[in-house]
C-alpha cells in the first residue's frame, strides 16, 4: 500500500498510467529489499534518512496550514454527513492505517541492544510522536481544503501545496513524499521476515525459509519470498 502511494506521488512527474504505477510500487519495493537484504545496518540508515525528511516535511505542512488558516484563506466545508457505524469503522480503518506497524519494532528484539530497555521506550516514544503528527497534518489539511476534496483526493499532500503555495507547490510537497514513503517501507521490509524465520525455526513454515545469507548474515530468503508475495499483492490490487 505504501509503495503506491510512493508510485503516485511520482506520477506527478512522470505520466505512468494504472500499469506504470504498479511497475513503480513493485521497483520501489524489490529496490528496498535488496537493501536489506544486504544487511541491517544500511537498512537503518535508510530508514533514519528517510524518516527525517518524513518528519520535517511534517512539521513545514502543520506549519503551512497554520498559517493559512490564521489569514483567513481556509476553506471549510459546510456540509454535515450523517452519522453511521459503518461510516465510523470506515474511518477508523484510515485513520489507523497511519499507526499500523507500531508493533514491528518488537520483530527485531532478539538483534536489539538493550531490548527490555529500548524496545519499551521505542514503542511508547514512536507512537506519541506519530500521534502527535496524525492530528497535525489532518488539522492542516482540513484548516485548508473542503473536506470532500480531502476525501476524494489520491494526493491530499499535492493539493494542500497548491493550494497554499500556488502553481507548483504540488510538485515540492509530491518530492517530500516520495522521499519520506520509503522510511516506512524499509521499516516494514526489515521487521517481516524477522516474523517468517521464527516461523520456520518453530516448524510452523518450511525450514529452509530460516536461511541467513553466509556473508551478511540476513535472513535472505524470508526477504525475497516476502518481496515477491509485495509484488503479486501489487499487480493483482488485491492488497
Known amino acids: 500500500a505504501i509503495a503506491t502511494v510512493f508510485a503516485r506521488y511520482l506520477g506527478h512527474f512522470v505520466r505512468l498510467g494504472e500499469g506504470g504505477t504498479k511497475v513503480a510500487?513493485?521497483?520501489?519495493?524489490a529496490g528496498l529489499s535488496a537493501v536489506n537484504y544486504i544487511g541491517v545496518r544500511p537498512a537503518s540508515a535508510l530508514q533514519t534518512f528517510f524518516t527525517v525528511i518524513k518528519v520535517v516535511a511534517v512539521v513545514a505542512i502543520a506549519v503551512m496550514g497554520l498559517a493559512f488558516a490564521m489569514q483567513g484563506s481556509g476553506a471549510v466545508s459546510e456540509t454535515v454527513g450523517s452519522f453511521s457505524v459503518d461510516g465510523l469503522v470506515a474511518a477508523m480503518i484510515a485513520g489507523l492505517f497511519a499507526f499500523g506497524g507500531w508493533h514491528m519494532v518488537t520483530y527485531a528484539a532478539e538483534e536489539t541492544r538493550n531490548p527490555t530497555?529500548?524496545?519499551p521506550r521505542a514503542?511508547?516514544?514512536g507512537t506519541a510522536t506519530v500521534?502527535?503528527?496524525?492530528?497535525?497534518?489532518?488539522?492542516?489539511?482540513?484548516a485548508v481544503l473542503p473536506a470532500e476534496q480531502v476525501s476524494a483526493s489520491n494526493r491530499v499532500a499535492a493539493d494542500f501545496a497548491?493550494?497554499?503555495?500556488?502553481?507548483?507547490?504540488?510538485?515540492g510537497l509530491s518530492v517530500a513524499v516520495i522521499l519520506s514513503t520509503p522510511?516506512?517501507?524499509?521499516?516494514?521490509?526489515?521487521s517481516g521476515p524477522r516474523v517468517y524465520l521464527a516461523?520456520?525455526?518453530?516448524?510452523?513454515?518450511?525450514?529452509?525459509?530460516?536461511?541467513l545469507h553466509p556473508g551478511h548474515r540476513t535472513p535472505h530468503v524470508a526477504i525475497v519470498l516476502q518481496g515477491i508475495w509485495a509484488s503479486m499483492l501489487v499487480l493483482t490490487g488485491t492488497y
Open 25 to 29: 510500487a513493485v521497483g520501489a519495493s
Open 131 to 142: 500521534t502527535v503528527a496524525y492530528i497535525a497534518i489532518n488539522a492542516a489539511y482540513l
Open 123 to 125: 514503542l511508547m516514544i
Open 162 to 171: 497548491d493550494a497554499v503555495i500556488g502553481r507548483g507547490g504540488a510538485g
Open 117 to 119: 530497555r529500548t524496545i
Open 199 to 211: 516461523m520456520a525455526n518453530d516448524g510452523l513454515l518450511f525450514r529452509w525459509a530460516a536461511a
Open 183 to 190: 522510511g516506512g517501507m524499509t521499516g516494514i521490509i526489515l
